[in-house]
């Protein structure tokens, strides 16, 4: 099936999907009454939101509130964004973040910060560690299950493999750290080269560390440009995807195919929204949840 296809596959399906959710629930709320929190349908997979850029103005009870309204799962909270979960945060910060996920059925499944490996100058690759067990250290006092690292690009000047082999390196020595805290690195496919399926492949047989897996991200250098399909690249990175942020899923990737190949690996943890601020979320991402449970379910 050509990628065309599959895209008003999504369209028709999809989206009609979700129209039915909103236009039922509509129908039934009383003229004026506030958006019920909606239920989720039960799949083995599970959907979550990254505050990348949707919930990136929204502070801390304001993006749990909309996470418990649409349907969400769980969170991850990128750094920098208003919530103002960050390691520069006090132990008295830390535990009143920690009682307000106590008190709500959305995970804190981790923490989106922006360290990276890949510099050819030692003292930035070193800065980026000590941040990355910064991260760790505040994810293990919240209770989450992970922080978000990646590579950001190969320096010209530098032999390609010497360079994937140093993020290597450095994944290996925030593993360690992050296995003696009962965390887990989640790298991210991403960056201008780095992002191509065989050179993190690459990076995760050179890391070779139980405690660092890799976040599928969905690039368009997945996508085979003569057959539109992922699958080939996917299961280059298989073994180690163990977090997905997802995208629009109605056009612009494979989605559908997806969503089958995380099924047929018996998928089970998250896949996160990262996508466009709206300035009507709950809206965006209760359609969001119904289109995702056509692939999904």
Known sequence: MGQKRTRRRFLGDGLAAGAAAMALGAAQRPAGAAEPPLQPKEAKMHLGLVTYMVGARMDLPTLIKTCEQTGMEGVELRSTHKHGVEPTIDAEARAKVKALFAKTKVRLVGLGSACEYHSPNPDVVKRNIEQTRAFVDLAADLGAWGVKVRPNGLPKEVPEDKTLRQIAGALRECGDYAKGKGIVLFTECHGRGTSDPPRMAKIME?????????????????????????????????????????????AGYPWRELFDLLKEMKFSRYTMIEMGATSDPVRVLRYYRALWETMAL
Request: hydrophobic residues 30%; charged residues 20%.
């Open 206 to 250: 050179y890391c070779g560390h139980p405690s660092v897996c890799l976040c599928w991200n969905c690039n368009g250098v997945d996508i085979d440009r003569k057959t539109g399909s992922i699958k080939a690249n996917f299961d280059l990175c298989k073994p180690w995807i163990q977090h997905v942020h997802i995208h629009d899923l109605y």
